[in-house]
């Protein structure tokens, strides 16, 4: 076993400790404020410069070794989900309705682990700042960093994530050069027309058939006009009209995802929602309200830092436990916008075979922290050598 990694193995009992300690109290989006407490504490413990409530409830740690000039992020996200846990262990959640459904648990103690033993060794020269994301699930953590200056109070060459993925090779890391995550844009479409009662449809301008007329003609866009060698997904997740069936209501407001893999496929799927949108008013005779979320962004890895990161991969695991031909997905990432800023790296490290993230029976599995551990500190000695 590579020395690093037998090192970082020692500690797993550890390490353990700190995930299931997250994993007990979950917390949400924003709301990260006993878990980033939790970490900064032990960040300091080991001679951390930390900054905490950077982006509302992030916390930044800062570590400088040597005289080198350069400087690397390594980021892990800290949110939980408003998902109930049913899967069961000693350290369940101990919060109703929340668990750590997706493994940033997980993921953020990875983090620590290497925090811990680079503070030990020291064995790079440069500067490691390692970030602690809140809310990477509403896609607003990132942003809220980077909007409260994450690269300008804290200066970065590059930056690099990870997150687990089931139904990919235990503890097998998977490196992706260019698009690997799609982008994703929440909108929301309000059809107002003309209530009535229900036995009387010719008094009314019903926003009801121009939602259901809309949510088919939407599902054109994909199969219309997307080639089948791309990839996009437009999705109606919420229809929300009337309170009784013998009302024809107001106004009917469509919930829309869309997932995107291309800069111009977004462009062209979001021009037509619009397009569509209005024509279908005008045609049913309603009027209509778009109200776009925060803009998406597509992950796309740094081909020559995944190159790089790949072999420092190999290194410390063998060729057998490490791909470079990585899988894509079209789920979304708000690491995103770091790498729309910095060159950057995101990989997979697989969580074999377990119930999905985000599925109520998800778990990760706590042999991958040492693997996840070692791995931030290769790449820390490697970039900062």
Not at 205 to 233: C, E, F, H, W, Y
Not at 372 to 383: I, K, N, Q, R, S
């Amino acid at each position: 076993m590579n020395a690093l990694l037998n090192a970082l193995s020692a500690e797993q009992e550890q390490i353990q400790s700190w995930r299931h300690d997250l994993h007990r109290k979950p917390e949400t989006a924003f709301e990260e404020q006993n878990t980033a407490a939790y970490i900064a504490k032990l960040l300091r413990s080991w001679g951390y410069e930390v900054a905490e409530g950077v982006g509302k409830t992030g916390v930044v740690a800062r570590l400088k070794a040597g005289d080198g000039k350069k400087s690397i992020g390594l980021r892990a996200d800290m949110d939980a989900l408003p998902v109930p846990e049913m899967a069961e262990s000693d350290y369940k959640s101990m919060v109703p309705g929340k668990s750590h459904a997706c493994g940033h648990d997980g993921h953020s103690a990875m983090l620590l682990g290497a925090a811990q033993h680079l503070a030990k060794t020291r064995n790079f020269n440069g500067t490691v700042n390692l970030i602690f994301q809140p809310a990477e699930e509403i896609m607003g953590g990132a942003p809220a960093m980077i909007n409260d200056g994450l690269f300008e109070r804290f200066p970065m060459d590059a930056v690099f994530g990870m997150h687990n993925m089931p139904t990919l090779e235990l503890g097998k890391l998977y490196f992706t050069p260019g698009p690997v995550m799609a982008a994703v844009d929440n909108w929301e479409i309000v059809l107002t027309g003309v209530g009535s009662h229900g036995s009387m449809p010719e008094k009314s301008v019903d926003p009801v058939v121009a939602g259901a007329a809309l949510v088919m003609s939407l599902q054109t866009i994909v199969s219309r006009n997307v080639a089948p060698k791309d990839s996009a997904v437009v999705s109606v997740g919420a229809f929300l009209a009337g309170d009784a069936g013998n009302v024809i209501p107001q106004t009917a407001t469509l919930r829309l995802s869309t997932r995107t893999s291309k800069p111009e496929t977004r462009k062209m799927v979001l021009e037509k929602i619009k397009a569509i949108t209005a024509a279908t008013a005008a045609a049913y005779g309603v009027s209509y309200q778009i109200s776009e979320g925060p803009p998406g962004a597509i992950l796309i890895n740094d081909p020559e830092q995944t190159a790089i990161c790949a072999e420092v991969a190999k290194n410390l695991l063998g060729e057998d436990r490490v791909s470079t031909e990585g899988p894509t997905f079209m789920g979304s990432e708000d690491f995103a916008f770091y790498a729309q800023q910095k060159p950057a790296t995101y990989c997979f490290i697989g969580n074999g075979d377990t119930p999905m993230v985000h599925h109520p029976m998800y778990r990760f599995d706590d042999r991958n922290l040492p693997v996840g551990a070692a791995y931030w500190v290769a790449v820390t000695e490697h970039y900062l050598r």
